[in-house]
């Protein structure tokens, strides 16, 4: 069955940069989206098909996939983007979520 | 807007089978080309998808829990259902309800606790 990778945390500094991986096999044969979820709330949709943004969703939020590894980037980060980060994928006719990674603001 | 409202026991027991429903409103659940899906996260712990069925009727689950889940829509109460049978404390989770359209789910439902316990 496929799998996807993502690291267990990410610290980052207000202001600055924060880069989420989520890898697997050929990933970027496929549309990967990534969904934050802050503690208690459902998760929700902040990248799909790879790069593109839902409404409401700032600028500052972007993702790319090539390769093995998809990336999801957070620019000038807030306190308000501390939460759970989930990539997801189809492979064929199921569905693939990977393991999480934790957003620290320090 | 289309909202997805999860409702169903929050104790099961041992053995027993886990049966919750899924309500749409603002829209049919008939309409579109859409995967309504169910999903379900352990209590500190990540999602993990347990399966969903197409608006054409064909169902499609996680091999791992395939010969456990069925779901089922009703189209008359615009309701999506899921039965779980013989769980066990591992199937403890919040249990989502989704409106996947295709390697994308920009809806979900708020989530329901289910816990499996004697």
């Given amino acids: ?28 044969d ?17 990248i799909y098909q790879d790069y593109k943004r839902p409404s409401g969703i700032p600028e500052r ?24 980060y989930y990539c997801h994928v189809w492979d064929s006719t199921t569905a693939v979520f990977g393991g999480g990674t934790k957003l620290i603001v320090l | 807007q289309v909202q997805l409202q999860e409702s169903g026991p929050g104790l099961v027991k041992p053995s027993q089978t886990l049966s919750l429903t899924c309500t749409v409103s603002g829209g049919s659940i008939s309409s579109g080309d859409y995967y309504w899906s169910w999903i379900r996260q352990p209590p500190g712990k990540g999602l993990e998808w347990i399966g969903y069925i ?35 404390a591992a199937d403890t989770a ?20 289910v816990t499996v316990s004697s």
């Fill in chain 2, 94 to 113: 919040v249990y989502y309800c989704a409106r996947d359209e295709g390697a994308m789910i920009a809806l979900w439902g708020q989530g329901t606790l």
């Fill in chain 1, 30 to 46: 496929k549309y990967i989206c990534w969904y934050q979820q802050r503690p208690g709330q459902s998760p929700m949709l902040v």
């Fill in chain 2, 54 to 88: 197409y608006y054409s009727g064909n169902t499609y689950y996680n091999p791992s829990l395939k010969s456990r889940v069925t779901i089922s829509v009703d189209t008359s109460k615009n309701q999506l259902s899921l039965n779980l049978n013989s769980v066990t």
């Fill in chain 1, 1 to 28: 069955s496929y799998e996807l990778t993502q690291p267990p945390s990410v610290s980052v500094s207000p202001g600055q940069t924060a880069t989420i991986t989520c890898s697997g096999d050929r990933l970027g």
């Fill in chain 1, 61 to 84: 939020i972007s993702g790319s996939n090539s390769g093995n590894t998809a990336t999801l980037t957070i620019s000038g980060t807030q306190a308000m983007d501390e939460a759970d």
